[in-house]
């Protein structure tokens, strides 16, 4: 069994994005002066030329990273998700998702810990695969799935550090198939990202007073693991 670690997801995804960059020399990481806090800041450490400020200009940002995906390049273009999802959707729709570019847009401080809301945004995109990992191992398997997955995919991070649910000796992750977390008769739970991790703590009190709680982890909200949805109903 691994260790449980204690980790916001959005030092996870600066710590793979930056691993990965070793074996996939086409991954380049753009940020709209939020490095210290999106953590992309460890992959410029580490490879300073290949990681670009665009400045507090995020509709820039995203054109920029289009431009480099035509060029082959596997550009993660990152900063707040209100901003990145908000403010930059038309570039995302316009210059990303119509024409199917190979761009990874990161989002960052969102969901119910700080506020900013961006799953909606997203979800309207074509082509648009949505990941949202709930711990420290997940994304890392995400981080490595969105490199893998040739097309735009957008990439939620937490601000908050959570507990680790999952661990690396035998977790796998296979985008769009959610993940059973705990059997259950009575309730089914269906969470994602943050969340997971409140859904676990909820069925296992609630086990204490004779209520059998299922808890599904979707780490994917597109495509959506419908079938997993579909047979736990």
Not at 55 to 79: H, Q
Not at 96 to 102: A, D, M, S
Not at 185 to 206: H, P, R
């Amino acid at each position: 069994m691994a260790e449980m670690v204690k980790k916001a997801t959005r030092e996870s995804f600066g710590e793979t994005v930056t691993a990965l960059a070793a074996e996939y020399p086409e991954i380049v990481v753009l940020d709209a002066d939020l490095a210290a806090a999106t953590k992309t800041g460890i992959f410029k450490k580490a490879y300073p030329e290949r990681f670009f400020d665009c400045g507090i200009a995020e509709c820039n940002m995203v054109g920029v990273a289009a431009g480099l995906a035509t060029c082959g390049k596997i550009p993660f273009a990152a900063s707040f998700a209100m901003f990145s999802a908000g403010r930059a959707f038309e570039q995302v729709r316009n210059s990303v998702g119509y024409p199917k570019l190979n761009v990874k847009i990161v989002g960052s401080h969102a969901g119910i810990s700080v506020g900013e809301e961006d799953i909606a945004l997203m979800r309207t995109i074509p082509g648009m695969v949505i990941l949202n990992p709930c711990d420290h191992y997940e994304m890392q398997a995400a981080v490595r799935a969105a490199v893998e997955h040739k097309g735009p995919c957008y990439i939620r991070l937490g601000r908050l550090a959570v507990e680790s649910i999952n661990n690396n000796d035998d977790y796998k992750f296979e985008l769009g198939k959610g993940i059973t977390l705990r059997e259950g008769t009575d309730i089914t739970v269906v969470a994602t990202g943050l969340m997971v991790q409140e859904a676990v703590k909820a069925a296992d009190a609630l086990k204490e007073e004779s209520i059998s709680v299922e808890v599904i982890n979707i780490h994917t909200i597109k495509p959506l693991d419908e079938e997993l949805v579909i047979a736990s109903a």
